[in-house]
């Protein structure tokens, strides 16, 4: 069976400190997108991995793709409450996109 | 902006009654997607066209049915509508198939059923 599990589900941390969401997937996969949803909005996407040891940054965002591992992470730096929202990650597998649940993030100040 | 237009952006409507929800997908992209998100839960793949032919199928109901017209733009059609069918329903589109090129979503369509 397909899945796509993120992991935690909810954070709730204090600005300034680090932290990782993790995405783990059960299939062989080469291709990984991480959203960004607000509240109530519509879905932006942030990152495309592309292939194994990719990495991307933005901002306080990194994001990086272990295809050996079937591992992605979302890492962030000194968090700020502008990044509280739901984080997705979506796996690409034959032409199809299976979703993980989303890790809802909450940045108190 | 993401390029994605969806009408209307709300829609109050009773039980057992029937919607059409609309999606013009960004200029040049071929593939349309239909999501359903309730309340504080995860994204529901309904179903996918490619230039105006079924793609993929996910979970979606009997009650429900979608296409995609030679423009390109497409419709899901909900009917018998149930209080369990309240929800944000996002339309996607990309280039291709979704595996070259990430997806880029509407500001969704608010469906409440009283």
């Known amino acids: 069976e397909l899945k796509v599990e993120q992991n935690p589900l909810f954070l709730s941390m204090q600005e300034g400190k680090n932290y990782t969401i993790y995405c783990n997937y059960s299939t062989t996969s080469d291709r990984l997108y991480w959203y960004r949803q607000d509240p109530g909005k519509s879905l932006e996407s942030l990152f495309v991995?592309?292939?194994n040891g990719a990495v991307k940054q933005e901002g306080r965002l990194m994001a990086s793709l272990d295809t050996k591992a079937r591992l992605s992470t979302l890492h962030i730096t000194a968090a700020v409450h502008d990044l509280s929202a739901t984080y997705f990650c979506a796996v690409v597998v034959h032409y199809q996109l299976i979703w993980g649940a989303g890790t809802k993030l909450i940045i108190k100040p | 902006d993401s390029g994605v237009t969806q009408t209307p952006k709300h829609l109050i409507t009773a039980t057992g009654q029937r919607v059409t929800l609309r999606c013009s997908p960004r200029s040049g992209d071929l593939s349309v997607y239909w999501y359903q998100q309730s309340l504080d839960q995860g994204l529901q793949f309904l179903i996918q066209y490619y230039n105006g032919e079924e793609r993929a199928k996910g979970n979606i109901l009997e009650r429900f049915s979608a296409q995609q017209f030679p423009d390109l733009h497409s419709e899901l059609n909900l009917s018998s509508l149930e209080l369990g069918d309240s929800a944000l329903y996002f339309c996607a589109s990309s280039v291709a198939g979704g595996r070259t090129s990430p997806l880029h979503f509407g500001n969704g369509t608010r469906l409440t059923v009283t």
């Open positions: 991995l592309l292939s």
